[in-house]
């Protein structure tokens, strides 16, 4: 199956949601043959607003995520 090239909201909130759980951006569209290829993503964030919504949320979430991570590790080592 070729990576689409058309802008598609249901996968760009999957992909969006793989971020917020942690992933890079590059590794969350490499998990899946269905994601578009990085060059495609970022043309699409650029022209949807909704997208470009999505992924700042994503990566907010991403950022309280990692401090949860870094805090249990920090809590481990004492």
């Excluded at 759980?21 to 990085?38: C, E, F, M």
């Excluded at 949807?48 to 919504?53: A, H, V, Y």
């Amino acid at each position: 199956m070729a990576r689409p090239i058309e802008y598609n909201e249901s996968l760009s909130i999957e992909i969006c949601e793989l971020v917020a759980n942690g992933l890079s951006i590059i590794k969350a569209l490499d998990t899946n043959k269905r994601y578009p290829v990085w060059s495609t993503f970022r043309k699409w964030k650029r022209e949807n607003e909704s997208l470009q919504t999505h992924y700042t949320n994503a990566i907010q979430d991403k950022a309280d995520f990692c401090l949860f991570e870094i805090d249990e590790i920090c809590k481990e080592m004492k």
